[in-house]
């Protein structure tokens, strides 16, 4: 049962405060970074922006579809195609790791 008598807690502690300041820190950083950038490179730099978001967009939507094509694998009970894939993936690796080894 929820208790609705007890209220907020309105205090915030040590690492409250910590992890507040350090998200403002990272977040002007990024922030000073892309006008630096602009500064620097022009209006190129927006163009760069709208790449890497473009980039990041795709990458976000391909771990959604992997992530369902698991999902349904798993709730289907194909154990086997989930065997047989990470098998072949282990066999497409080795010759990129002997390369890297080289």
């Known amino acids: 049962m929820i208790n609705l008598e ?3 807690k ?11 300041s350090l998200g403002a820190i990272i977040g002007s950083g990024w922030l000073f970074a892309a006008f630096t950038a602009a500064y620097i490179a022009g209006p190129s730099a927006i163009f760069s922006w709208v790449i890497g978001g473009v980039i990041v967009l795709l990458i976000g939507l391909v771990y959604a579809e992997l992530d369902q094509w698991f999902l349904d694998m798993l709730q289907t ?11 072949q993936m282990v066999e497409q690796a080795k010759p990129d790791a002997l390369w890297q080894l080289a």
């Open 6 to 8: 007890r209220g907020l």
């Open 10 to 20: 309105r205090e915030l502690s040590f690492l409250d405060l910590t992890m507040s």
């Open 77 to 87: 009970g194909n154990w086997s195609g989930l065997r047989a894939v990470s098998a």
